[in-house]
């Protein structure tokens, strides 16, 4: 029997602690589905057709190294408005949303476009100093030597362009709970997201 766990928001919301953190709590696998812009943005930088990098994409792709830098985020924001990249990715991730176990996938349109028929989603959200402040202390602590300004510019080009685009653009889903975790710690945000879970199970 599958269950499945629908969790979307932008990125620095909380939304992949999250999706681990309830993914283990539960023994449900759990799929990252930024990695897959990801991996086609770093192909794109290394000078591949993006639609064709999609097409092509195999899951050993998710692990390489360098997919979690500021250059390859905003890349990857950029493939995600091509409607062929998209519809490249949507059968793997439906597989992954359907295996028996349960799963948890987090992303920007798994509520309202992958997985609309989910048995439970979230929204997670936080605001936007907020959200750059945690990734300019990820990013500080992983040795990155970056100004908290240029990754809040980074974080709002980003929000502007994923919830702009006209294919699947990042909003919650109508029947999505909304989790604000811009005055939460880790423990209290998952904590909150194990209670939604929990109801509706
Ligand atoms: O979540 P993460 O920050 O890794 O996502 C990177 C980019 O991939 C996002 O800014 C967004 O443009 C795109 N994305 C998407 N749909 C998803 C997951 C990510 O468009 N389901």
Redesign the pocket.
């Known amino acids: 029997m599958s269950f499945t766990i629908a969790i979307?928001g932008?990125?620095?919301s909380g939304?992949?602690t999250i999706s681990k953190g309830v993914a283990a709590h539960f023994g449900f696998a759990h799929l990252?589905?930024?990695?897959?812009?990801?991996a086609v943005?770093h192909r794109m930088l290394a000078g591949e057709d993006p639609v064709a990098a999609a097409q092509a994409l195999t899951a050993e792709d998710l692990d390489r190294d360098g997919?979690?830098t500021a250059d390859v985020?905003q890349a990857?924001?950029?493939?995600?408005?091509i409607g062929e990249v998209?519809a490249a990715l949507v059968d793997f991730?439906r597989a992954f949303a359907r295996r028996a176990g349960g799963a948890v996938?987090?992303?920007?349109?798994?509520g309202t476009v992958?997985c609309p028929e989910a048995e439970v989603k979230l929204f997670v959200t936080a605001s936007p100093e907020v959200r750059a402040e945690r990734r300019w202390k990820e990013l500080t602590g992983n040795g990155f030597d970056v100004r908290y300004d240029d990754v809040l510019a980074d974080v709002r080009a980003?929000d502007d362009?994923?919830s702009t685009?006209a294919e699947?653009p990042?909003r919650p889903a109508e029947d999505a709970v909304e989790l604000d975790t811009s005055e939460m710690d880790i423990e209290t945000a998952l904590a909150a997201a194990l209670a939604v879970v929990a109801d509706r199970m």
């Open positions: 979307d932008p990125a620095a939304k992949g990252d589905t930024g990695l897959l812009y990801r943005g997919l979690r985020a990857a924001s950029k493939v995600a408005v998209r991730q996938l987090d992303g920007r349109d798994i992958i980003r362009r994923d685009r699947a990042m």
